[in-house]
């Protein structure tokens, strides 16, 4: 589903990696592990389609991610790649419900707030619909950008150190959020990591560390 | 939700830098139309006025003085002239047309003014009832002169003596109220029209009391010449002004010499003397404008201050938009909206501001209507206004979009 052919990027001008191959199917989740500093946040954003690479390709699919143009690429990143990120960034003039109409209007699909409530609902945030964002927890805002990135039923879910602001309960109970949604979503998930306490949640891992 | 909707929200969640902006937006176009409205009525009320007269022809003294008296109705007269010098100018061949006029009187601040039919003719005015004056003490009244003072047709009046109505009045002969004028926006709108000797008659009551005594009461007296031309009258006569027209561009070059260094009369041009009373005001109105940009530069450079702060704190939510599918263009777009947003409802604050406060300064001073000012009208160029506001805001914008075009998703998100 995800196939990734002779990646060369740099994070730093000092170092280079490289992955010649690798394929992540239908289903299967992925852990990026690595320190702070080990390029995994850049991997991750090349397979986000936020950053083009030094080299290589990244299919999807069958879509050879950085053949698209700016626009078609921003248009296929807001229908098929869902991003949570380690600060829920959210738009705080906003509310919930504005916050992911949003997502729907940028990707250019149909606005349905149908859709929004049932997403919200399954992460028990149904009663905070018409909240401003500044009211909520931090632990509501997290859910809430994770409610935004599945919205759009994306193929891939892509998390950038979701659970290293979070206590133990809190990150073992995201990560297992994220999989459970993107298994109801049928999405590939891929996490990048250096929190110890979860790096053996997948089988699939990458560990930029040994590299 | 759409861009404009987005922009909307931002602009709605800093309330206080919003009315700020907007009311800095405002004041300035306010001041803008509030000249553009007073100049545009003005000259174009005077531009009504002097039309159809080519001359002034008066007692010497100044020449813009002359012209505000005996045209526009606002100044005291220079004095009189000799109604057989006048007589003897319009025999002129240069001459096409003269209508006399006698001021001197008013009632209730409205003036009386000594003239023939053509006066009426000039001003293309027509009768909304009754007729124009024929006999002596018969007048013709201006159409706010009968809605402000309640006359009707069958009234009668005592005139007063001067131009303001605190003067003494002529208590031995009073006006009857022949005819209404329909309303015309020109000066007619605010006199009180009757025959040269009418005036001549109640000014010699007050002169020689006892003579004409015997003449009180009795059957009225047709004018001598209400129709047109000027009147007969004794070798005392006097009358104010003359407005005259002339047969040629010729009567242009020769008669104001001719009249200033051969007579006793002074000649004044009512274009000239209009346009030098423009070219004075001029100066002011410039000043007033030059502050009153000066205000919408500093509302555009206050627009684009808190636009730059905001887009610093706002790069997340940029690169965010960016991650979410928004294109580079779409948050360029984003960010001039707020712009426009905020400076066109500046602009429409300032269509009220402007227009509420020419029609509240029109309330206060009197005279104003007289010159036939209102706020309550659109004039020309008000359009360009909006333009210069929805221009401020893309002006004010246009670096702040561009930055925000530029967001680098990755470096900012990589951020954290």
């Given at each position: 589903m995800i196939t990734i052919e002779n990646l060369n990027f740099g994070y730093s001008e000092k170092r280079l990696l490289s992955i010649s191959h690798m394929e992540i199917k239908e289903k299967q989740h992925l852990m990026i592990l690595g320190k702070s500093g080990s390029g995994k946040t850049t991997l991750l954003h090349i397979l986000g389609g936020l950053l083009k690479p030094v080299q290589g390709k990244v299919l999807i699919d069958d879509t050879d991610l950085y053949s698209l143009s700016g626009t078609e690429m921003d248009k296929y990143r807001g229908q098929n790649i869902g991003l949570v990120f380690q600060k829920a960034h959210l738009i705080s003039a906003l509310t919930v419900k504005d916050n992911l109409l949003l997502a729907q209007y940028f990707s250019g699909i149909p606005q349905d707030t149908g859709r929004i409530k049932e997403v919200l609902n399954t992460l028990n945030l149904g009663e905070k619909l018409n909240s401003k964002v500044r009211q909520l927890s931090q632990g509501e805002q997290q859910r809430v950008t994770i409610a935004r990135a599945l919205l759009n039923k994306p193929r891939v879910l892509l998390a950038d150190e979701p659970t290293a602001s979070l206590d133990d309960d809190n990150a073992n109970s995201v990560i297992q959020l994220l999989k459970e949604q993107a298994e109801n979503h049928n999405a590939s998930l891929i996490i990048a990591t250096h929190d110890q306490r979860v790096k053996d949640a997948f089988d699939l891992q990458l560990n930029l560390n040994e590299q | 939700m759409n861009l404009f909707l987005l922009s909307w929200k931002y602009i709605k969640d800093k309330p206080l830098n919003t009315f700020l902006n907007v009311l800095l937006m405002g004041l300035g176009i306010a001041i803008i139309l509030v000249l553009l409205i007073l100049n545009s009525q003005l000259e174009e009320n005077l531009a009504k006025n002097k039309r159809g007269v080519d001359l002034v022809v008066g007692a010497k003294g100044s020449p813009l003085q002359l012209i505000l008296a005996n045209v526009y109705h606002i100044d005291f007269p220079t004095g009189n002239i000799k109604l057989d010098e006048a007589k003897a100018l319009t025999r002129n061949r240069q001459v096409k047309s003269a209508i006399p006029l006698a001021l001197g009187d008013n009632y209730q601040g409205f003036r009386i003014v000594g003239t023939n039919h053509d006066y009426v003719k000039l001003y293309e005015g027509s009768l909304a009832s009754g007729d124009l004056w024929k006999y002596n003490l018969e007048c013709t009244i201006g159409t706010n002169v009968a809605m402000q003072l309640g006359l009707k047709i069958g009234d009668e009046f005592f005139g007063a003596h001067g131009?303001?109505?605190?003067d003494l009045d002529h208590d031995e002969a009073s006006y009857k109220v022949v005819g209404i004028l329909e309303p015309?926006?020109?000066?007619?709108?605010n006199l009180i029209l009757t025959n040269i000797e009418s005036i001549w008659q109640v000014h010699a009551h007050t002169a020689e009391e006892g003579e004409e005594e015997?003449?009180?009461?009795?059957e009225p007296v047709l004018g001598s010449a209400y129709e047109t031309g000027l009147p007969e009258g004794g070798p005392d006569a006097e009358i104010t002004s003359m407005l005259i027209q002339f047969r040629s561009a010729m009567g242009a070059v020769v008669m104001p010499r001719m009249i200033n260094s051969d007579t006793n009369m002074q000649a004044a041009s009512p274009a000239f003397e209009t346009q030098r009373l423009f070219s004075l005001m001029g100066i002011g109105v410039n000043m007033i404008k030059s502050f009153a940009y000066i205000i919408i530069v500093i509302a555009g450079l206050s627009i684009f201050i808190s636009l730059y702060n905001a887009l610093k704190d706002r790069k997340y939510d940029l690169a965010i938009m960016r991650s979410l599918g928004a294109s580079k263009s779409k948050l360029f777009v984003h960010v001039i909206f707020e712009g426009i947003i905020i400076t066109t409802i500046g602009g429409v604050l300032g269509f009220v501001l402007g227009h509420g406060l020419v029609e509240f300064l029109t309330g206060l001073y009197e005279k104003s209507e007289a010159i036939g000012i209102s706020g309550m009208v659109l004039v020309k160029g008000e359009f360009y206004v909006l333009l210069i506001s929805i221009g401020v805001g893309v002006l004010a914008s246009i670096l702040p979009a561009f930055n925000a075009y530029r967001t680098e998703i990755s470096k900012v998100l990589a951020q954290e």
């Amino acid at each position: 589903m995800i196939t990734i052919e002779n990646l060369n990027f740099g994070y730093s001008e000092k170092r280079l990696l490289s992955i010649s191959h690798m394929e992540i199917k239908e289903k299967q989740h992925l852990m990026i592990l690595g320190k702070s500093g080990s390029g995994k946040t850049t991997l991750l954003h090349i397979l986000g389609g936020l950053l083009k690479p030094v080299q290589g390709k990244v299919l999807i699919d069958d879509t050879d991610l950085y053949s698209l143009s700016g626009t078609e690429m921003d248009k296929y990143r807001g229908q098929n790649i869902g991003l949570v990120f380690q600060k829920a960034h959210l738009i705080s003039a906003l509310t919930v419900k504005d916050n992911l109409l949003l997502a729907q209007y940028f990707s250019g699909i149909p606005q349905d707030t149908g859709r929004i409530k049932e997403v919200l609902n399954t992460l028990n945030l149904g009663e905070k619909l018409n909240s401003k964002v500044r009211q909520l927890s931090q632990g509501e805002q997290q859910r809430v950008t994770i409610a935004r990135a599945l919205l759009n039923k994306p193929r891939v879910l892509l998390a950038d150190e979701p659970t290293a602001s979070l206590d133990d309960d809190n990150a073992n109970s995201v990560i297992q959020l994220l999989k459970e949604q993107a298994e109801n979503h049928n999405a590939s998930l891929i996490i990048a990591t250096h929190d110890q306490r979860v790096k053996d949640a997948f089988d699939l891992q990458l560990n930029l560390n040994e590299q | 939700m759409n861009l404009f909707l987005l922009s909307w929200k931002y602009i709605k969640d800093k309330p206080l830098n919003t009315f700020l902006n907007v009311l800095l937006m405002g004041l300035g176009i306010a001041i803008i139309l509030v000249l553009l409205i007073l100049n545009s009525q003005l000259e174009e009320n005077l531009a009504k006025n002097k039309r159809g007269v080519d001359l002034v022809v008066g007692a010497k003294g100044s020449p813009l003085q002359l012209i505000l008296a005996n045209v526009y109705h606002i100044d005291f007269p220079t004095g009189n002239i000799k109604l057989d010098e006048a007589k003897a100018l319009t025999r002129n061949r240069q001459v096409k047309s003269a209508i006399p006029l006698a001021l001197g009187d008013n009632y209730q601040g409205f003036r009386i003014v000594g003239t023939n039919h053509d006066y009426v003719k000039l001003y293309e005015g027509s009768l909304a009832s009754g007729d124009l004056w024929k006999y002596n003490l018969e007048c013709t009244i201006g159409t706010n002169v009968a809605m402000q003072l309640g006359l009707k047709i069958g009234d009668e009046f005592f005139g007063a003596h001067g131009l303001s109505d605190t003067d003494l009045d002529h208590d031995e002969a009073s006006y009857k109220v022949v005819g209404i004028l329909e309303p015309s926006n020109s000066a007619l709108d605010n006199l009180i029209l009757t025959n040269i000797e009418s005036i001549w008659q109640v000014h010699a009551h007050t002169a020689e009391e006892g003579e004409e005594e015997a003449d009180h009461d009795h059957e009225p007296v047709l004018g001598s010449a209400y129709e047109t031309g000027l009147p007969e009258g004794g070798p005392d006569a006097e009358i104010t002004s003359m407005l005259i027209q002339f047969r040629s561009a010729m009567g242009a070059v020769v008669m104001p010499r001719m009249i200033n260094s051969d007579t006793n009369m002074q000649a004044a041009s009512p274009a000239f003397e209009t346009q030098r009373l423009f070219s004075l005001m001029g100066i002011g109105v410039n000043m007033i404008k030059s502050f009153a940009y000066i205000i919408i530069v500093i509302a555009g450079l206050s627009i684009f201050i808190s636009l730059y702060n905001a887009l610093k704190d706002r790069k997340y939510d940029l690169a965010i938009m960016r991650s979410l599918g928004a294109s580079k263009s779409k948050l360029f777009v984003h960010v001039i909206f707020e712009g426009i947003i905020i400076t066109t409802i500046g602009g429409v604050l300032g269509f009220v501001l402007g227009h509420g406060l020419v029609e509240f300064l029109t309330g206060l001073y009197e005279k104003s209507e007289a010159i036939g000012i209102s706020g309550m009208v659109l004039v020309k160029g008000e359009f360009y206004v909006l333009l210069i506001s929805i221009g401020v805001g893309v002006l004010a914008s246009i670096l702040p979009a561009f930055n925000a075009y530029r967001t680098e998703i990755s470096k900012v998100l990589a951020q954290e």
